[in-house]
């Protein structure tokens, strides 16, 4: 997005005024060792596992939570490690990120926890776990490109968070801007403001370009993802629903190697394979990725989805194309972020739409069904819309985030809210009646004569 000199002087401003209060902070206080930055999310198991993740500026003596179902008493206790992780501005600032996994807990019941060390405890959390199996309503809440200055969406998602609306948060790239800002000051300040709804429930992310400094080291280091040992790819079930993260940013900073895209492509492929299996997708119809960098919009600022041959769509010379790859195996929902706007398309493979049917677009839909939601606010402000292009079938500009609800294994919806106008203002229904075997979805040569609107 392009900035005017006015625009970049206020935030500055408005930046270093940031930074100064949180210096600030950092000096008033007293120690060091007390739990910052609390946030949660899946483990192994998304019904009975779950991580802890806390930050403290000095070493503690132990990394503990305490936690159990009444508040008054914890009866269990779980050690974890600590690590010392360094920002690699000129200050090489340290911080100590604590991580405890939780295993076998009891499925869908509410536990109260505390972290911290005999140095200092946190103030009591609680999360629900999911429950078992996966025949459950899943819900989620989507969003992109939060930042530590304009997070608007935040107030909103507390509410909903507060009320239990949520089985978790999809925070698909771009923190802060940036998590390495001052030194890593501004990562710290919004996690801190994150602790709000990350310390309640499981809070899942995935990289994004403003993410990218020293190899993507704060990302890498501040988060805990499951089955993951830097966070940037990895894949977990929730209710009927298989959930893909991944990278796009893998295909734009060939600084950090070539080789993590083919890596990754494969990596995808078997996961694919495995979760496509019938005896899999019997349970878990539902495949739904994630990644920051979409491969269509309609926005005005030259990002690369704006382009023909998108990266993440068509790869690098032709290489490791993710769009055929995700249509082969039947990929349901594409969910993306990096525009700073909202845009859901009609089905579409290849730039050519493919709805179920005129009057009923997104039942039985032939190819994923993509879905750009980055305008929850941040420092950025909005990207503009160009003309609509024949793909677009609802475009939006308001601060917002997106709901998904995994109903049944031929059942999803999905809606934006707005927090310009309080109110939801976009839903549709994703209707799958033979969801099971992937195959089903591959077009015929003659299929797609007679269905497909070419665009231009």
């Given at each position: 997005m392009?900035?005017?000199?006015?625009?970049?002087?206020?935030l500055f401003i408005s930046t270093l005024a940031n930074v100064l209060e949180s210096r600030l902070i950092e000096l008033e206080k007293n120690n060091f060792t007390v739990p910052e930055e609390i946030r949660i999310a899946f483990g192994e198991d998304t019904s009975t596992d779950v991580s802890i993740t806390w930050t403290t500026f000095n070493k503690t003596q132990t990394t503990e939570v305490r936690y159990g179902i009444s508040k008054e008493k914890f009866t269990s206790r779980v050690t974890g490690e600590e690590t010392l992780f360094v920002d690699g501005g000129t200050e090489h600032r340290g911080e100590y990120i604590h991580r405890v996994f939780l295993t076998g807990l009891t499925p869908n019941t509410i536990y109260y926890y505390i972290c911290g060390s005999s140095d200092d405890w946190s103030e009591i959390f609680h999360f629900r776990t999911t429950p078992p199996g996966s025949d459950w309503v899943a819900r989620l809440a989507v969003f992109g490109d939060m930042g530590y200055y304009n997070a608007e969406s935040l107030p909103h998602l507390k509410q909903q968070v507060d009320a239990g609306d949520f089985?978790?948060?999809?925070h698909v790239g771009d923190f802060a801007y940036d998590m390495d800002t001052d030194e890593g000051r501004i990562g710290d300040e919004f996690l801190r403001q994150m602790e709000q709804v990350a310390a309640y429930v499981p809070y899942m992310v995935t990289p994004g370009n403003h993410d990218a400094k020293y190899n993507f080291s704060h990302y890498k280091n501040r988060f805990t993802m499951p089955r993951s040992s830097d966070n940037m790819i990895y894949s977990w079930n929730i209710g009927r629903a298989h959930i893909i993260s991944f990278s796009t940013e893998f295909y734009y900073f060939l600084q950090y190697g070539f080789t993590q895209i083919r890596s990754q492509y494969e990596w995808l492929e078997r996961d694919l394979q495995e979760a496509s299996k019938q005896e899999n997708r019997e349970q878990r119809p539902w495949i739904i990725s994630l990644g920051h960098?979409?491969?269509?919009?309609?926005?005005?600022?030259?990002?690369?989805?704006?382009?023909?041959?998108?990266?993440?769509?068509?790869?690098?010379?032709?290489?490791?194309?993710?769009?055929?790859?995700?249509?082969?195996?039947?990929?349901?929902l594409e969910?993306?972020?990096?525009?700073?706007?909202?845009?859901?398309?009609?089905?579409?493979?290849?730039?050519?739409?493919?709805?179920?049917?005129?009057?009923?677009?997104?039942?039985?839909?032939?190819?994923?069904?993509?879905?750009?939601?980055?305008?929850?606010?941040?420092?950025?402000?909005?990207?503009g819309f160009g003309p609509a292009m024949p793909w677009s079938a609802?475009?939006?500009?308001?601060?917002?985030?997106?709901?998904?609800?995994?109903?049944?294994?031929t059942h999803l919806y999905m809606d934006l809210y707005s927090v310009d106008q309080n109110a939801t203002v976009d839903k549709f229904w994703l209707i799958k009646e033979r969801n099971s075997l992937p195959l089903t979805r591959i077009i015929s040569m003659a299929e797609a004569w007679k269905q497909k609107r070419e665009i231009l």
């Open positions: 392009r900035l005017t000199g006015n625009t970049l002087l206020v089985d978790a948060m999809l960098r979409p491969m269509y919009c309609s926005n005005t600022d030259q990002d690369d989805c704006t382009y023909v041959r998108d990266r993440v769509r068509k790869g690098l010379l032709g290489f490791y194309g993710l769009e055929e790859l995700f249509h082969k195996y039947g990929v349901d969910l993306w972020a990096h525009e700073h706007s909202y845009e859901r398309l009609w089905p579409i493979y290849d730039r050519t739409v493919y709805n179920g049917s005129e009057e009923e677009p997104y039942v039985n839909p032939k190819v994923p069904v993509h879905v750009v939601t980055g305008a929850s606010g941040c420092s950025e402000k909005h990207d609802v475009r939006c500009s308001d601060y917002s985030y997106s709901r998904v609800t995994v109903y049944n294994t």
